[in-house]
Structures are given as C-alpha cells and as structure tokens.
C-alpha cells in the first residue's frame, strides 16, 4: 500500500486559475488511473476528474468539464489537475486517489493523499 500526496492549493479570486500535484514515493504511477476528487467536511468524496493509466482516457463531470483538465507525466510520477475559471463554489479540500489501470467507480480508488485545500474568493 502506499500513500499519494497533493499540493498546489491556496487562495485564488473567483476567475483564477490553480495547478494541483498528486505524486507518490516508493512507488509507480503509470499503471494507475487517478482520480481527483472534491471532499467537503462530512460529505462523501465527489468526482472532479480522473485520468487512466498511460493517459488513455479522461472523464470529467459535467460542472467542471473545460474549466478543469487532467495530465499526467509519468516520467516525474505526477498527475496534474489545471483549474482554471474557478468559482467560490469550487472551495473544498481536492484529494487525489490511485484504481488500478482506469477510472472506475469511487469505490475502485484507495491510497488516498491527506488533500490541499482551495479556497476561492469572490
């Protein structure tokens, strides 16, 4: 089991743009779809984007698709999430989480990070 780990939160205006990390250490990352994933205290774990393995497919949700975009460079173990157009509705902590291969169901990712929060201001 291993541990993936965000950054790249912080405080934007409504309208900026942020760039979140997911990396992991002691491990690869290229046979493992990543998901990103909204979570707001209490609540379940939404789904903001996710990228399959070997970056053969991506799936956003429909209130974020072209504002948000997934990348991953498996050279530097890392999974990117570009935010941009950010609305104060987008605050929440994103964690990344690791399925093996491809995006599935929530119940597919593990080896979740402690998060990063955004906070976006109007």
């Known amino acids: 089991q291993f541990q993936l780990v965000e950054s790249g939160g912080g405080l934007v205006h409504a309208g900026g743009s942020l760039t979140l990390s997911c990396s992991a250490s002691?491990?690869?990352?290229?046979?493992?779809?990543i998901g990103w994933f909204r979570q707001a205290p209490g609540k379940d774990r939404v789904m903001v984007s996710c990228?399959?393995?070997?970056?053969?497919?991506?799936y956003y949700p429909l209130d974020v698709k072209g504002r948000f975009t997934t990348t991953r460079d498996d050279a530097k173990n890392t999974i990117y999430l570009e935010m941009t157009n950010l609305k104060p509705e987008d605050t929440d902590i994103y964690v990344c989480?690791?399925?093996?291969?491809?995006?599935?169901?929530?119940?597919?990712?593990?080896?979740w990070g402690q998060g990063t929060r955004v906070t976006v201001s109007s």
């Open positions: 002691g491990i690869n990352l290229d046979s493992y779809a």
């Open positions: 989480g690791a399925a093996h291969w491809i995006c599935g169901a929530r119940s597919d990712f593990g080896s």
């Open positions: 990228i399959n393995a070997r970056a053969s497919d991506t």
